[in-house]
């Protein structure tokens, strides 16, 4: 596609529901990442894949937290038992590795509210 | 720990010139990018700088001194469209090894009258 994609736009959940957040890379791009911003805040990194595998999760908050890649392409961040600290945009992003300034590409982002 | 440090909010009129200013202290430095984020959007790649200097892209230069751990982005010829927040942000690893993870500062809000 022309550009990063991220479904659903906004999801809005009950504390305590699980969530699966979607993004579609740019086509070709062999790195993803998902990022978290809060209100106001920066971004804070959860996860990156190079491919089908991720070599740095170290962003994850808890073990409620879990993210896959598949085909080198499409990835799903799940959330389980949400909680309401869970409600932040999540954003995905994409890059093409190597390159010397790794400029990564983001999607309009999912809002998540948890109630 | 990592952390960057830029100002929160800045503000500027039309056609004038800004800089945002950017300290970080990581446990490592890969390379420091700007990107620009006007409300509700997604972020938006503006410059990256590996090496000590000034880059320039148009209206938007960016400037490195990695003895100092500093950084800045300066906007030129400021125009309306221009409001919007700006997050420097640290590349920590390098691409060959746990790739491309991105700190980032909380980001400066720039506001441009007329």
């Known amino acids: 596609g022309a550009g990063v994609s991220q479904s659903p736009s906004n999801k809005v959940t009950e504390k305590g529901k699980d969530v699966e957040l979607r993004c579609d890379p740019i086509?070709?791009?062999?790195?993803l990442y998902w990022y978290r911003q809060s209100l106001g805040q920066g971004l804070e990194f959860l996860i990156y894949f190079q491919g089908n595998s991720a070599p740095d999760k170290s962003g994850l908050p808890s073990d409620r937290f879990s993210a896959e890649r598949t085909g080198g392409s499409v990835s799903t961040l799940t959330i389980q038992r949400t909680q309401q600290e869970d409600s932040a945009v999540y954003l995905c992003?994409?890059?093409?590795?190597?390159?010397?300034?790794?400029?990564?590409?983001f999607g309009p982002g999912t809002r998540l509210t948890v109630l | 720990g990592q952390s960057l440090e830029q100002p929160s909010e800045v503000t500027a009129v039309e056609g004038a010139i800004v800089q945002i200013n950017c300290t970080y202290q990581?446990?490592?430095?890969?390379?420091l990018s700007w990107y620009q984020q006007h409300d509700g959007g997604a972020p938006t790649f503006l410059s990256y700088?590996?090496?000590?200097g000034l880059e320039e892209t148009g209206r938007f230069s960016s400037f490195l001194s990695r003895s100092d751990s500093y950084g800045y982005l300066l906007l030129q010829e400021l125009q309306m469209k221009d409001s919007a927040s700006y997050f420097c942000?640290?590349?920590?690893?390098?691409?060959?090894?746990?790739?491309?993870?991105?700190?980032f500062g909380q980001g400066t809000e720039l506001s441009v009258k007329p």
């Open positions: 992003a994409s890059s093409l590795v190597p390159g010397r300034q790794d400029t990564q590409y």
């Open positions: 990581t446990s490592g430095f890969y390379g």
């Open positions: 942000a640290v590349r920590v690893h390098p691409l060959y090894n746990q790739g491309g993870k991105l700190i």
């Open positions: 700088n590996g090496l000590d």
């Open positions: 086509s070709g791009h062999t790195a």
